[in-house]
């Protein structure tokens, strides 16, 4: 069983910097594939990254130019850099692992970007 931990979230201006990062521990064979999800007030939780153990990258339309996600595979761990802040960013910030036993989900962490 995977164990996510993530961290970075916060308050930040539009056109701000933040990192988020997850690292997971516990019982598992092989980690598959990490990455970022997230929620807004009333909208459903979306893909905003992922990135698989071979390297394999991808973005949701609305964070390509802006986010990056990397990924090391040997400790297990998934950051994700985010420039150019939007208020539309704002929301809550999930990651995500698939890993040999199925997938799983952090308890999130808040991101708020003001205007």
């Known amino acids: 069983q995977v164990h996510l931990v993530e961290s970075g979230g916060g308050l930040v201006q539009a056109g701000g910097s933040l990192r988020l990062s997850c690292a997971a521990s516990?019982?598992?064979?092989?980690?598959?594939?990490m990455g970022w999800y997230r929620q807004a007030p009333g909208n459903q939780r979306e893909q905003v990254a992922t990135?698989?153990?071979?390297?394999?990258?991808n973005y949701a339309d609305s964070v390509k130019g802006r986010f990056t996600i990397s990924g090391d595979s040997a400790k297990n761990t998934v950051d994700l850099q985010m420039n150019n802040l939007k208020p539309e960013d704002t929301a809550v910030y999930y990651c995500?692992?698939?890993?040999?036993?199925?997938?799983?989900w952090g308890q999130g962490t808040q991101v708020i970007v003001s205007s």
């Open positions: 516990g019982s598992f064979v092989r980690i598959l594939a």
């Open positions: 990135i698989t153990s071979g390297g394999t990258t």
């Open positions: 995500t692992s698939a890993a040999d036993g199925g997938v799983t």
